[in-house]
Every structure is written in structure tokens, then in C-alpha cells.
């Protein structure tokens, strides 16, 4: 039989993640245990995660809980930097000391023999850390050297000026590392954020990989003996979004391109409207087949790549369209992206279309479940964001469920007209 | 440890499959035995254009993107000095979608004019993103020439100009295609949840009517022992002064090579690392530091390189670091530095093989060297490393006339 290459083979719709259960148990001093064991390779990752992101930062220390947290390996009472260092890295453990708006957490990644002397070093950075002069001067040095580049960077620039517009700078999910704030911050801020943040505070454990019930004693043993105190009480004034909704033009002498952020604040993942907006977002400039790829990149030829997203955190979400673009054709580019907008608004997605995306979120969605770490850190969303336990196993039924007039409708309702703002860096 | 089974097609495509039934997914994996060493020194960035052409369609297949993404896969491409691979995720009850797609396009694409004059201007702005529009994005169009003057690992992957981008025709672009694009100048790769028994079916029905191409065979001008230090000084509106340092060094399938390999993780790979305690933490002269290793097929590059603190000069920070080079060539490392090296190799490559898709492209890296069983002897060769040998591989490398030094200045 002659093969017919001009005829796509038969295939079949996604419509399970095989997704390996989350089991739950409360440590010795209460902290929750969460264990995602996926028996294959001999590694394994622990996180210790806390309510410290930089939502908890006074407002004139922005930066305070990055460096908390990245002290964290520069010192304890019994420890200097570089014995702290050398301790991780002779187990070819791997730490990682992260701060996001409204967490942060102390990840490491080993093999399972070496978890034994990995622990006890975990629980004393917990405990015992210590803010060196010297250490933190260093921290300073490094950071404001890394910002004067990232400054340089019209990329940077743009997406720094986007949330602080579509935040505040008086926001938490506004404010970004700033040469002034980063060398006014002093040892004791730090430290005072460690106290009042991490130090006795509550948290909870996610352990992945290859982990039975030795790894799991051994957790145990050292982190559920940590002293937890009662959660930090001090009240946190809740800060209001103040957006500011006038175009932005940074120039930039001499630069080749211009790069571009358009978007808006949205909301939580819990909102009813959040997988329509999911799949509205991936039709106009979620992936590689998007409308804006196809028409900027693969038409045009304006830019190496072009995307939107839905970025949802604790308390807010935003959506972002990004781009870097040849200079010349920066207004051209910000015209096609209105004319793509008003199409998805007038027009309802073609059948054919819609089946793609949905079919490509399904793959992807099962295709992004491959490690331990994967499935961790996605539980990892639904679990500290408080949302239903069928988030993850319905996640594929209600993006199949959102219909062509939904998409057209979120477009109406989320891209009106003068709800974006615009901030371009480079020159129009 | 990656199990595989193997077989070849009647055109001389080489098959590798890893079987692993623990995931839903399956990974498929194909390499050419083309990169930008392959070029002509007129034409460099070829290979990398070339890349971007092969989603612009194939000969009875319009659009290579949105049947894959139809079916719930992904996919990418990346090109080397050495390689050029595209790789597919896809669901593996769908498997056979990726052998429609990948043997329509190695029997041949569409050669689209269109495709050609928009995938130009794409290639034109990544350069510009990447290497022109960044702070010290063209490092390496300036450290490759001056690490190598007769190896064609001389020009970066992008290319050594814009203008070789803008000049290519559908001439050179049909000429590429049927030299390098052949059954028996690839490897495939398939991994997960599959047997190899569907595989070869699959293979025979799609890949096996390819007809081979003219076997290419690689000759390429070899790069001379270095025998003096080079220097280049190099003046740009960056925020801070920077210095790169390159010595030549075995390729990655040679057998020193994890030996090398220590040795930079021992000198600047993590903070415990010499480079770091000495010269960023007690001596304070840089803000970052750091050393790896190009890693390619033929003689690479061990890399040293760092930005510098205010108030502190390039020469004094270049000699600060062969202070630190020098003591390694001189002094034996202590056993418990090494093993410490040997854990974070070992934790490394540990992890590397925990997703499906880098067990394949090792599997196909290391087929393409010529042994694919090379993928499972790293872990050996790491623990046969010896103090000895650490210091002889040093010497070997580290000699100040085996240097290639760029001074990043920043313009006053």
C-alpha cells in the first residue's frame, strides 16, 4: 500500500493527567508534611516554605525579605559562610533560598544517602542564622552590581515599570529591587525580618522524589523538632492596587529594539471566569501557534518571539502581553496587537482553532506532570492558595468545557478598550 | 544508568529506544550531524537559519506546528556548534504523529521563498536580543575568534554578521538541506512509555522510503597548539568591567574530559568553590565568578570568567586569577575538595536523568559521538578521577600560553 503522506495518522484526545496522589501528615510540632513519592531516580528535593514573602516587608525596606533569605546560607552561630557552603556542597547538595511576593522557602535538592547530614544544616539555618556584616556588605555589593546591569537591559526596564504601574510602587506586587532601597537596607532590617518572619514561624514541608518512610523519620526527626511559635499577629495593613493607566515611553538612546509590555490586573485562580480567561489567553498569545506569534513573528517577521500571560498570585493576578520588537516597527506592532484584540472580541474562534488549543493545553498539562518536582510544585499552588483538592484532576475537563462564544466573551469583558496599559522602553 | 535498545534502517538512520513505562509521554528525539562548524566561513549562521526554516513546512505537509500541537505535543530545536536536534513531547497514544511529521520533513520540505524572507527577519532580531540589544551579549562574537583561528568553532552558532543571514538564498538553503539532511547523517531517538517493537514498525513505515544521501564526511581545519598568550581589549557602554579567559581542552567524549570537568567545578562552580572563597569573599576584587566548559565535540574551551568590583583594574584581577590557576598546576588537591566535586557530579548528572526528554537527547549526544553506551560511563569516569590526575590535566590546560584573555572595559 502506497503511504500517503499528505493524510495526518488517527489520534486521541488527552483527557487524563495520571497524576501521583499528594499524601498529607502533620510533623512532630505540627508543621504539615507534604509527600509526593515517585520511586525512580535516587534523588530527591525538600522545601520548607514560609509566609515571608516580600508582602510582609515594610514599606520603606523594600528588599529586606530577599535579603533574609539569602543570608540565610551567610552565617549562623556556629557556622561562617564559607563552612555553610562547603557543608551543601560536600554532599552535592544543591540549596536554593527563594522569595517570591508572598512566600519564601528554603529548597534543596540531594541524593537520598545524603539526607541525613542535610537535614541537620536545614534546621539550623531555621534557627540559628546570623546576619554578618561583612556577608551582608558582600549580598550588596553583588546585588547592586547585578541591578546596574539588569538596568541596562530594555527587557528589564520595561517589565520593573510594568507591574510598578499596574500596581503602585506602595504595593507589594509593585515594588521591584531599586538601586536607592537596596543601598539604604542594613544588616539588622534583615535580620529583624528573620525574626519576625522565619525564625519560630510556622511552615510546612514538601518533600518529592525518591522518599519512604526513612526520609520521611528523618524529616521528621530534624524538622519537626524545629520550636514553632503562635503566627507572627502584628497586623499587616492590607494595601490597595492603584493603577496607572497612561501610556509609558522609556527612551533608549542607541537601542536596537523597543520592548514592550501591555496588560491589566485580573484576578485569583479561584475566580469562575479564570480557565475561560486560561484558554482565551492561549488562543491570543499563550504559545508557539498563538495569533500574536503567528502574525508578528511568522508574518511580519517583527520580533524573535511575542507572548501573553496570566500570572495569578495569593491576592491579585495580572495579565501581560511581552515582546522585544525591531525599533522601527514598535508601533506597528502595538497596532497588530489592538487588531488581533478586536478580532478575538468580534469574532467567535473557529472550531478548528479552539480544538488545537484545548487539545495542546490537555497535552501540555499532562507533559508538565513528568517529575516529582513538577507534580510538587503544582500541588504546591493548590494546597498554600487554599484551592479545591479537584483543581488539578478537573483542571483538563474545564479547559475542554470553555466554548467559542466564552473566549469571544472574556475578550469583551477582560481586553476592553483602555483597560491595558502600555509601557515600552526603546523608542516608538 | 539509561537502558536503550538499537537498530539501523536500511537507509541509515540510526534508532535508539529507551522504554519507560512510568509516564504517559513519550519523547522523540532527532539529531543532524550538522552545526555551525559545518558552515562556509561566507555563510556562517547557516545552520541556525536553517533551523527555523525546518518548521516552515514540509513537502506534503504545510504547517509542521499546529498538527503536533493538534494532537497535544510540543516541540523545539536547538543548533550547536556541533549538532542541530529537534525534540517532541506528545502524548504517547499519539506517537505516531511525530514520525508523520519528523520523516515528511527529512524526505524533504517545501523550499517556500516566503518562508525563507520572514524566518530572515526573525534570525535578524534574535541577534539583536540576544547579542546586540543586551549588555556583554557579544562576548562570544568576540572570544571565539580570538580562543580559535583555524577551527571553524571561530564564529558563534548566530553567525559572525548579519549580513551572511540577509544573503542566504533558496539556492543555499536547497544545498544545505540535501548535504546534511539525510537518514544517514541522523539519529532518532524515541523514549517513553513505547516498545521498541512499535517503534520499528513506526520507523519502517515512515523513515525507511527515504532514500540516503552521499555519506558526509567532516574534514575540517584543525585548530594549531596555542603557543602564546592572547589578549584582546575591548571598550563598551557596559556598567561594569568584565574579564573572560578560554584554554583549550579535550572534547567531551575524550577521556580526560571529566577530569577537566572537576577541575572547573573544584576552581569556580558553587560558593565553596576557590575562585569564589578567594577572589570574590576575601579578596572582594569581583561580584561574580565563576568557571565551566564549553563542552563540545571537538576541542573545547575551559572557561573562567567574572565582572569586577568598583576601584578594582582589569590586570589586577587577571593576575588574581592565575594566582589561583597557578596554585592548582603546582599543588596536589586535598582528597576530601576532590570527593566533594565527585558528589556534586554525581547528584548532577543524578538529576539529569530524571526528565524523560534529556535521557533521550543524552542517549542521541552520545550515539552521535560515536558509542551511545558513553552516556552510561560518566559516572565511572567521574570516580576514577585522581588528585594526579586533576594536576596533570591543569598543567595541561592552564598554561598562560594556552590562553586566550578578553578585557570587557567599560567605557569611562
Given at each position: ?428 | ?41 561566507a555563510r556562517t549562521g547557516f545552520a541556525h537559519l536553517f ?306 526528554l534529556n535521557r533521550a537527547m543524552n542517549l542521541a549526544f ?45 567605557r569611562a
Open positions: 500500500m502506497l503511504l500517503d503522506r499528505t493524510q495526518a495518522p488517527d489520534y486521541q484526545l488527552v483527557n487524563d493527567a495520571r497524576l501521583v496522589a499528594v499524601k498529607t501528615q502533620k510533623l512532630d510540632n505540627g508543621a504539615p508534611l507534604y509527600l509526593i513519592a515517585f520511586d525512580q531516580q535516587p534523588v530527591m528535593r525538600v522545601e520548607v516554605n514560609f509566609d515571608a514573602g516580600s508582602w510582609f516587608e515594610p514599606d520603606d525596606q523594600a528588599g529586606a525579605a530577599f535579603f533574609a533569605w539569602k543570608m540565610l546560607s551567610e552565617g549562623t552561630r556556629s557556622r561562617t559562610s564559607a563552612q555553610i557552603s562547603e557543608a551543601f556542597d560536600q554532599y552535592g547538595a544543591f540549596l536554593e533560598l527563594n522569595n517570591g511576593f508572598d512566600r519564601g522557602s528554603l529548597v534543596v535538592y540531594c541524593q537520598p544517602k545524603h539526607l541525613h547530614k542535610v537535614l541537620p544544616l536545614l534546621a539550623e539555618l531555621l534557627t540559628e542564622a546570623v546576619y554578618p556584616e561583612k556577608e551582608f556588605d558582600d549580598l550588596k555589593t553583588m546585588t547592586l552590581q547585578n541591578l546596574k546591569v539588569n538596568f541596562e537591559k530594555t527587557s528589564h526596564v520595561a517589565s520593573v515599570r510594568f507591574r510598578e504601574k499596574l500596581f503602585s510602587r506602595a504595593h507589594p506586587y509593585g515594588r521591584s529591587q531599586q538601586p536607592d532601597s537596596v543601598a539604604r537596607l542594613t544588616p539588622a532590617d534583615a535580620q529583624h525580618f528573620y525574626e519576625r518572619r522565619i525564625q519560630l514561624q510556622p511552615f510546612r514541608v514538601l518533600l518529592a522524589g525518591q522518599v519512604g518512610i526513612t526520609e520521611v523519620a528523618l524529616v521528621n526527626q530534624y524538622l519537626g523538632a524545629l520550636p514553632v511559635g503562635p503566627p507572627g499577629t502584628e497586623a499587616m495593613p492590607t494595601p490597595t492596587i492603584t493603577t496607572d493607566p497612561t501610556p509609558e515611553l522609556i527612551e533608549k538612546a542607541g537601542s536596537l529594539q523597543s520592548s514592550i509590555r501591555m496588560g491589566r490586573t485580573l484576578f485569583k485562580r479561584n475566580h469562575p471566569d479564570f480557565h475561560k480567561v486560561l484558554v482565551m489567553n492561549e488562543v491570543f498569545g499563550g504559545y508557539f501557534g498563538s495569533r500574536l506569534m503567528k502574525n508578528i513573528r511568522e508574518q511580519k517577521g517583527y520580533t524573535y518571539g511575542i507572548s501573553s500571560n496570566v500570572g495569578a498570585f495569593r491576592e491579585a493576578g495580572q495579565f501581560m502581553i511581552g515582546t522585544d520588537v525591531k525599533r522601527e516597527f514598535t508601533q506597528q506592532t502595538i497596532d497588530e496587537i489592538w487588531k488581533e484584540i478586536r478580532l478575538l472580541q468580534t469574532e467567535p474562534v473557529g472550531d478548528d482553532e479552539l480544538m488545537t488549543v484545548k487539545n495542546y493545553m490537555a497535552g501540555e498539562f499532562v507533559g508538565s506532570l513528568n517529575t516529582p518536582f513538577e507534580i510538587a510544585d503544582r500541588y504546591k499552588l493548590i494546597l498554600l492558595d487554599g484551592l479545591p483538592a479537584d483543581f488539578l484532576s478537573h483542571y483538563i475537563a474545564r479547559i475542554r468545557a470553555v466554548t467559542a462564544s466564552d473566549v469571544q466573551q472574556m475578550a469583551q469583558t477582560y481586553l476592553a478598550e483602555g483597560s491595558l496599559i502600555e509601557v515600552v522602553v526603546g523608542s516608538k | 544508568m539509561i537502558q536503550y535498545n538499537q537498530f539501523v534502517l536500511d537507509n541509515g538512520l540510526k534508532v535508539f529506544v529507551h522504554e519507560d513505562a512510568s509516564t504517559p509521554m513519550a519523547a522523540v528525539n532527532i539529531l543532524y550531524n550538522v552545526g555551525s562548524r559545518d558552515e562556509d566561513p533551523e527555523h526554516l525546518m518548521f516552515g513546512g514540509s513537502k506534503h505537509i504545510p504547517s509542521y506546528d499546529e498538527p503536533l500541537q493538534r494532537v497535544g505535543g510540543e516541540n523545539n530545536a536547538f543548533t550547536s556548534p556541533d549538532i542541530t536536534n529537534y525534540y517532541i513531547t506528545l502524548p504517547t497514544a499519539n506517537l505516531e504523529t511525530a514520525f508523520w511529521l519528523e520523516s515528511d520533513r527529512m524526505l524533504s520540505l517545501s523550499f517556500d521563498q516566503n518562508v525563507l524572507d520572514v524566518q530572515q527577519k526573525v534570525v535578524i532580531e534574535e541577534f539583536n536580543q540576544r547579542y546586540l540589544n543586551q549588555p556583554y551579549g557579544d562576548v562570544w562574537l568576540k572570544l571565539r575568534p580570538l580562543a580559535y583561528q583555524q577551527h571553524p568553532y571561530r564564529w558563534a552558532t548566530i553567525g559572525k554578521d548579519i549580513s551572511h543571514i540577509e544573503n542566504a538564498t533558496l539556492d543555499d538553503v536547497k544545498a544545505f538541506f540535501f548535504k546534511y539532511y539525510l537518514p544517514n547523517n541522523a539519529i532518532l531517538v524515541v523514549a517513553g512509555n513505547v516498545t521498541t517493537e512499535q517503534v520499528k514498525q513506526l520507523c519502517k513505515k515512515w523513515f525507511e522510503p527515504i532514500p540516503a544521501g552521499n555519506e558526509y564526511i567532516r574534514s575540517l581545519p584543525a585548530e594549531p597548539r596555542q603557543t602564546q598568550a592572547r589578549l584582546k581589549d575591548h571598550l563598551a557602554d557596559v556598567p561594569l568591567n568584565a574579564i573572560y579567559k578560554a584554554y583549550h581542552m579535550p572534547g567531551r567524549f575524550d577521556t580526560d574530559f571529566q577530569t577537566a570537568d572537576l577541575l572547573s567545578d573544584l576552581l569556580g562552580r558553587s560558593k565553596s568553590s576557590r575562585l569564589y572563597q578567594q577572589l570574590l569573599k576575601e579578596q572582594q576584587l569581583f561580584s561574580n565568578i565563576g568557571s565551566y566548559l564549553t563542552a563540545s565535540v571537538e576541542p573545547g574551551l575551559f572557561m573562567v570568567q567574572g565582572n569586577l568590583n568598583e576601584g578594582v583594574t582589569l590586570e589586577q584581577a587577571d593576575a588574581a586569577i592565575n594566582a589561583v590557576l597557578q596554585e592548582v598546576t603546582d599543588q596536589l588537591v586535598p582528597e576530601n575538595e576532590l570527593i566533594k566535586v565527585k558528589n556534586q557530579a554525581e547528584s548532577t548528572l543524578a538529576f539529569s536523568e530524571v526528565e524523560l552520545a550515539a552521535n559521538a560515536g558509542d551511545p553506551d558513553l552516556v552510561n560511563q560518566e559516572a565511572a569516569k567521574i570516580q576514577a578521577v585522581t588528585p594526579d590526575s586533576i594536576q596533570e590535566i591543569a598543567r595541561q590546560i592552564l598554561r598562560p600560553d594556552n590562553s586566550s584573555t578578553l578585557y570587557y572595559r567599560r
